[in-house]
């Protein structure tokens, strides 16, 4: 493999100089009786020289440009794997953190009066560390190390929580507005990846006006009678919820619009970005079952349209009604919770306990496999997935499934390895929670199983 530059070179080489050759000596046949047939081999011969030297300069420079820029791509591929690994750990830690934190909250909240003006500092404590979350899930998405599930949510809700911060990526020399039309039905779409999806878009526009501009940020309800094709881009009829981000920068060429979804290209200047923003753009439609259309031209702006399917035609009013419906409370089941971090086994348990459960607890896969095999009963294994250094909570579920085909499970995580979270894809009667989560999301999900 290492020799075939030189070789491709050679052989182009080669060919282009036999060509001329003989192209030559016809030419030199015809005009053999000219008296100046002495200087026209003198010319030829300079004329190859010079040729081949000029052929052979071009191949090698454009194969040096071509190693440069894989050493570039390798380059950034390993920067963004450290930046991916650290972002992972960090992630992780700070999600036990939070466990605690949050966990802690609601057990303080529930020794307080119902009137206490402690509650009002509680719930705003609260609120915050719901946020840190999100962020935390963030870095996640930006490491590809979460666990990422689409679930109905709302997309001017999401737009309105995240405009400050949008005006903030934006500057100071943009005007950003934002039309959001009203009545939106929820899609189907990951919160997290979602906002990142949104702030890259306006860095993007912001990016492509170093003077200044618009941006115009815009969701509304759509309907595609028939297929809808815009160059290469295609919307299947259908129901859809737009979200479209315009600006008037300097745009896009037709050339480069044939380019924009290849992994690492970008029309920015070194360091400035990854070229990874539409990629991952256009992997999240196709994830959420959804379509995009960008739009550009030199010097007239860029449009990317994303067309969002609605989640069963529910609207966000009665999402959020549903989720403050789910209150049921236990029924006396027992849990087996297994966690390594104390601090977080520990404020589990209250939680589990003030819900109503018997809880078991365990700190790690021998430990809770003990507990399976003397406990007469165990309604439901809630484990975390990092759990020893060559034990995880994956290969806890299968033993404890395959001692006991009816044992529900529920595993917990502050980030998931896909290839651990892919063996259990089809695994039955199997839970999930991202860390952290409160009491209310830990009980509907064991609920759900339980019942």
Known sequence: MR??????????????????????????????????????????GAVFVSLSALVIYLLIRAELRKQAWLREV???????EAIGQFATVM?????????????????????????????????????????AGGLTQRMLVFSRQGHLRSKPV?????????T????????????????????????????????????????????????????????????????????????????????????????????DMEKVLEPFFTTKPVGKGTGLGL?????????????????????????????????DHEDPASLKAKRSNRTASSKGETILLVENAADVRSTVTDQLRSLGYEVRSAASVPEAQLILQEEPKI???????MLDRDKTGVALAKLARSADKTLKIVLMSG??????????????ELGWLAKPFGRSALNCELRKLLD
């Open 415 to 428: 980030h998931a390895d896909p290839v651990l979270t892919a063996e259990m894809t089809n695994f039955a």
């Open 154 to 162: 709302d997309v001017n809700q999401i737009a309105r929580e995240l």
């Open 379 to 385: 309604d439901l294994l809630l484990s975390d997935i």
């Open 3 to 44: 020799y075939q530059p030189a070789l491709r070179i050679s052989l182009i080489y080669a060919g282009l100089s036999l060509i001329y050759i003989f192209l030559s000596d016809w030419l030199v046949e015809q005009l053999i009786a000219n008296s100046s047939a002495g200087m026209i081999q003198t010319t030829k």
């Open 279 to 311: 990629t991952t753009l256009h992997d999240s439609m196709q994830e959420w079952k959804s379509h995009l259309i960008i739009t550009s031209a030199d010097g007239l702006g860029t449009t990317v349209k994303m067309y969002l399917t609605p989640a």
């Open 91 to 131: 992630a992780h830690d700070f999600n036990n953190m939070l466990m605690v934190v949050m966990g802690s909250m609601e057990l303080s909240e529930d020794t307080l009066p119902q009137e206490h003006p402690a509650r009002k500092h509680l719930a705003n404590a609260m609120s915050a560390a719901e946020k």
């Open 164 to 255: 400050p911060l949008l005006n903030l990526a934006a500057g100071e020399n943009i005007s950003l507005r934002c039309n959001l039309s009203e009545g939106l039905p929820a899609v189907m779409a990951e919160p997290s990846k979602f906002d990142n999806i949104l702030l890259n878009l306006i860095v993007n526009s912001r990016d492509a006006m170093p003077k200044g501009g618009d941006v115009v940020l815009e969701t509304a309800a759509e309907r595609v009678e028939s297929q809808l094709s815009e160059g290469h881009w295609t919307v299947p009829p259908g129901d859809y919820v737009t979200v479209s981000v315009r600006d008037t920068g300097h745009g896009i060429s037709k050339h």
């Open 74 to 80: 390798a380059t950034r591929t390993e920067r963004l």
